[in-house]
Structures are given as C-alpha cells and as structure tokens.
C-alpha cells in the first residue's frame, strides 16, 4: 500500500519561487556532477517499502499542500562531519496538486494515500497559471489568496 511524504517547503512562498529554485539547484548539482534532485533529511523514513510503492513528496507552501515529486528512491547518506541523513530521490518533474489546506510542523510527515489531494488535470495550464500568479502585485495574489481564488 501507497504512502506519501509530506513536508514544509521553507522559504519558499509560491509554486513559481520552487520551480525557479529547483532549477538553479539542479544547474548546480550538474555542475558538481550530481544526477540527480533529492532532499536531504535527518530520519530515514521506517514505512520506506510503502513509501517506495509509488510515494510522492508533497510540499506545503505558504499553509497549502500544492505540489508534488514522484519519489524515486530513498538513500541512506552522510553529510561531510559524518552525520546519517536521508535522501529522498524525486524525479524532477513538478506536478500541481489541489490546493489542501496544512499546519505547519517540523520534518515530514507521512500522508496517505486516501488522504493526499488530487493532481489538477492539465498540467500544463496548472502550471502556467501558478508562474503567471508572480506577476501579480503581492498585495492582490494576498487578497486573492484570502478569497480562495488562487
């Protein structure tokens, strides 16, 4: 049976902001002969099977579950002082979720599959439509927002 993951996306306040960060990271990553994106975290995940049956990472941005990445694989690392972490593999590609309303918490947190929202239709225009929000003033996408219409 499927599990998602679920996490904070920290510093980051839209769905265009990750898309833009995402790739400026994987251009370094190519430039240190990384292949691949991860995201590196203290615990290793104890549902790991369940997780690698289809999981996904779901990122919470702005109190909002947006988006996610198709988990590839989760690797067991260590940084450079020689402290465990572990590496969640996801294939690049960013997919918009509905929006689904998440308090905030620290790390991750597991999300069942019965309980992670759905993938917008066409993900081309999901897309598009979440980089043409940037272009508009900060305080009407916040009004917007406020109103449920973003």
Same mark, same amino acid.
């Given at each position: 049976?499927? *599990?998602?993951? *679920?996490?904070?996306?920290?510093?980051? &306040? %839209?769905?265009?902001?990750? *898309?833009?960060?995402?790739?400026?990271?994987?251009?370094?990553?190519?430039?240190?002969?990384?292949?691949?994106? %991860?995201? #590196? !975290?203290?615990?290793?995940?104890?549902?790991?099977?369940?997780?690698? $049956?289809?999981? %996904?990472?779901? #990122?919470? @941005?702005? /109190?909002?579950?947006? *988006?996610?990445?198709? @988990?590839?694989?989760? $690797?067991?690392?260590?940084?450079?002082?020689?402290?465990?972490?572990?590496? @969640?593999?996801? &294939?690049?590609?960013?997919?918009? !979720? +509905?929006?689904?309303? =998440?308090?905030?918490?620290? /790390?991750?947190?597991?999300?069942?599959?019965? $309980?992670?929202?759905?993938? =917008?239709? +066409?993900?081309?225009?999901?897309?598009?439509?979440?980089?043409?929000?940037?272009?508009?003033?900060? +305080?009407?996408? %916040?009004?917007?927002?406020?109103? /449920?219409?973003?």
């Amino acid at each position: 049976m499927t *599990v998602h993951l *679920v996490k904070l996306c920290v510093g980051i &306040d %839209s769905i265009a902001e990750l *898309v833009r960060y995402r790739e400026e990271l994987s251009r370094r990553h190519r430039r240190r002969k990384y292949l691949e994106d %991860s995201h #590196w !975290t203290r615990s290793f995940p104890r549902r790991a099977a369940e997780v690698l $049956d289809g999981g %996904s990472l779901y #990122w919470v @941005i702005r /109190g909002q579950i947006c *988006v996610r990445h198709r @988990i590839l694989r989760l $690797d067991q690392v260590e940084d450079e002082a020689g402290r465990p972490f572990c590496a @969640i593999v996801y &294939d690049p590609t960013v997919i918009v !979720t +509905d929006f689904r309303p =998440r308090r905030a918490f620290q /790390g991750w947190r597991y999300l069942e599959a019965e $309980d992670a929202p759905p993938d =917008r239709p +066409d993900q081309g225009a999901a897309l598009a439509h979440a980089l043409a929000e940037e272009e508009l003033p900060p +305080d009407l996408r %916040s009004e917007l927002r406020g109103l /449920g219409l973003l």
